[in-house]
């Protein structure tokens, strides 16, 4: 006669690690029910029980707090009823990507049904938190916008195109010379920072620094005169050369990196991204702006995009981790100081 006991079984778990799923593992134990319990709801966002074993010790924190986190520093006052600051954006005016789209991106991957009802254009701030091999870094895109509007200073289209701009419906200029014009303002490449040697002599090994300090992460750049080191209000360059307005005809790509990895392909990715976004959901506004491609052509659309200005890419100086684990806390705090007062930040990136 059968026992009405079940048997044990296999029961495989994923476990989220760094924003993406790790290595599946094998347990004979049933599954804890409690760990898809829902322990916080805030707006449209949630934190499973699961959620918070990434914030123990020697754990990466997981896309859904790093998510999570991100959407509650924008959004929210800060802690002990303190006003927020008077440059701080409002959140209307900041978009944030979710880690899981980016990550399938990099693996190129579909994300339509991630971004679909998200205009990247629409904002002045792109936030794009980014997790590979257990490593997390931020990209802050600024005026993504401008990525609609063609450089005056562009290539012109070669003459060969005449066949096919005849049997398209949308006109593409002609050049008044087969020599393409050379862009006399060419998008400047700042060569990342060479940090020194960290964590610093005397430090103990396999800690890291505290993140909340009384100055902030951009102090040593201001001159000594200033004496301004809270954590509110980052003190304003005393001198008019320590001035860098941000360019007025092409995006900026902020990078944060704690650990300073070399420049990979992640920013070339986002700018894929952005492109196919605009082609594919921009195209009256392009046309209207005298770039104009044929749908079936790809060498029409290639020529069209090249119309388009390449961004800034910018890389920050920032503070570096010396615990292997901590770099979702440190994109958490990098967030939360940069948008605590943009202008100022981006002034202090743009000079060092």
Not at 96 to 123: A, C, E, G, H, Q
Not at 335 to 342: H, L, N
Request: charged share 20%; net charge positive.
């Amino acid at each position: 006669m059968a026992s009405n006991t079940p048997a044990s079984t296999s029961i495989i778990i994923p476990q989220r690690v760094g924003g993406k799923p790790a290595k599946q593992r094998t347990e004979s134990t049933e599954v804890d029910p409690t760990l898809n319990e829902v322990v916080l709801v805030w707006r449209l966002l949630q934190l499973l029980r699961h959620d918070l074993n990434s914030l123990k010790d020697k754990t990466y924190l997981n896309d859904a707090v790093v998510n999570f986190g991100i959407h509650y520093l924008i959004s929210e006052p800060l802690p002990f009823f303190r006003p927020p600051p008077p440059n701080r954006p409002k959140e209307e005016d900041v978009t944030i990507l979710d880690p899981s789209m980016f990550s399938l991106l990099l693996d190129d991957k579909d994300v339509s049904r991630w971004i679909r009802n998200i205009d990247v254009f629409s904002t002045t701030y792109l936030i794009v938190p980014v997790v590979r091999q257990n490593h997390w870094s931020l990209i802050v895109v600024v005026n993504a916008r401008l990525l609609l509007q063609p450089s005056p200073s562009a290539y012109a289209e070669p003459s060969s195109s005449r066949n096919v701009q005849e049997r398209s419906t949308s006109v593409i200029r002609e050049p008044e010379s087969k020599r393409p014009r050379i862009d006399p303002n060419p998008p400047r490449r700042i060569r990342p920072y060479k940090f020194p040697p960290f964590p610093p002599p005397g430090h103990p090994p396999n800690q890291s620094l505290p993140l909340l300090r009384r100055t902030d992460f951009f102090e040593p750049l201001f001159p000594k005169a200033s004496t301004s080191t809270s954590l509110e209000h980052p003190p304003m360059p005393t001198s008019s050369r320590l001035s860098a307005p941000l360019p007025s005809d092409r995006p900026v790509f902020v990078r944060f990196d704690s650990a300073f990895t070399p420049p990979s392909h992640h920013t070339k990715v986002l700018y894929e991204f952005l492109l196919s976004e605009a082609t594919t959901k921009k195209k009256p506004q392009l046309e209207s702006a005298g770039v104009s491609w044929i749908d079936s052509d790809s060498r029409t659309l290639r020529r069209a995009t090249a119309r388009l200005p390449r961004p800034e890419e910018v890389t920050a100086r920032v503070p570096q981790q010396s615990g292997g684990y901590d770099c979702g806390l440190y994109v958490l705090h990098f967030v939360e100081r940069f948008f605590s007062d943009p202008p100022a930040f981006l002034n202090l990136i743009m000079v060092s």
